[in-house]
């Protein structure tokens, strides 16, 4: 499979991957070499990794807590304190072997050490393939807030293998599907009828184009401003549905991919009452996503906390709430504004 070629980096799969790295840190010589993984994927993907790695650098493995919860500041000082305590210096490398916490988090960390040091991301969900790998965002939350403190930085390479995807449940392949349905609403319809046709058993396959469709968006717009507003579709509601599910002591908390599943239906909602998007595309997307995930109540109780929580988009300006919305399938309207009213009426529906 040949590499993408990201805006200062490459994304190389499978096999090629591992060689690039080994040539990579020969070539760089690197002092020591750092893996950031969490519990998991210490167990399942470390022993899957390191046969494939050859170098005879120093090697120290430092382990965080998983879950989105622990994608703080706190966490970052600790890796911080790790890092520093095992003798690591501006001529060290970060690898990142995780879902899209470890990728953020562990970009973060190493953009911040030393005012920088280099890293790779090595994905290990579907969700950090398609999306949190790729793009040179960095970042951790702040509270529940979502991505509220992080910058913009390029690993020095993404290594994607499919492999790792056999060590997580089908409830994360599923959570990384929402982003490939979005891919397709916003940008390649052909990726979406291919999700509506298969569901999730066949994601695999979809893997590629969804990291093409990314790459090509962040080519044109790497730091926001215009087009790759697009990859925002469905992250405004839905990060809020997902920090306020964080947040609730009496409620199971939410995959990303799940709350942005539900953000897509009721944006889509929104976009066929302000710009016309036609309702039998509304119903198919909702429909879709009620065939793949499992439908939560949002109760109406919950709404005002869940707006309150929108306030606090990353992307909102001067307090004002801006959508990704759709004008039709491939056709999308970016810095949307949408009455409060509005938005409720679209939890109504997709409660409905």
């Not at 490459?10 to 060689?19: A, L």
Request: hydrophobic share 40%; aromatic share 10%; net charge negative.
């Amino acid at each position: 499979m040949e590499s993408i070629q990201a805006v200062t980096y490459p994304v190389h799969f499978q096999e090629k991957g591992y060689t690039a790295l080994s040539n990579l840190v020969t070539t760089k010589n690197y002092s020591t070499i750092f893996i950031l993984v969490d519990e998991n994927t210490f167990e399942h993907c470390y022993p899957k990794f390191i046969p494939n790695f050859d170098t005879d650098k120093p090697i120290e493995v430092i382990e965080i807590e998983s879950g989105e919860i622990n994608k703080n500041l706190e966490t970052c000082t600790g890796v911080w304190n790790a890092i520093t305590e095992l003798g690591g210096d501006r001529k060290s490398l970060l690898i990142t072997l995780g879902g899209g916490v470890i990728t953020d988090l562990g970009g973060f960390v190493a953009s911040c050490f030393k005012r920088g040091i280099d890293f790779v991301n090595i994905p290990t969900t579907l969700l950090s393939m398609v999306d949190a790998s790729v793009g040179g965002k960095t970042g951790v939350d702040l509270g529940v807030l979502k991505n509220q403190i992080g910058l913009f930085a390029n690993p020095e390479m993404v290594i994607v293998d499919n492999a790792y995807l056999s060590t997580v449940e089908e409830r994360e392949i599923k959570s990384g599907t929402a982003e490939i349905i979005k891919y397709g609403l916003t940008y390649d319809i052909k990726l979406f009828n291919e999700v509506k046709q298969n569901k999730y058993l066949k994601i695999k396959d979809l893997i590629f184009r969804s990291i093409e469709i990314k790459n090509e968006v962040v080519l044109q717009d790497p730091k926001e401003q215009s087009l790759r507003k697009i990859l925002n579709f469905g992250h405004t509601l839905g990060h809020a549905i997902e920090s306020f599910y964080l947040e609730s002591e009496d409620k199971e908390n939410l995959t990303h991919g799940e709350a942005i599943a539900i953000g897509m239906v009721c944006e889509s909602y929104i976009s066929s009452k302000l710009l016309g998007f036609p309702s039998e595309k509304v119903d198919e997307v909702k429909e879709v996503v009620l065939s793949i995930y499992n439908k939560t109540n949002l109760l109406q109780e919950d709404f005002s906390k869940i707006m309150d929580l929108l306030k606090h988009d990353k992307k909102n300006v001067n307090g004002q709430v801006n959508f990704v919305l759709l004008n039709n399938y491939e056709d999308f309207k970016i810095d949307c504004k949408v009455p409060e009213d509005l938005i409720v009426e679209s939890m109504d529906f997709y409660n409905n």
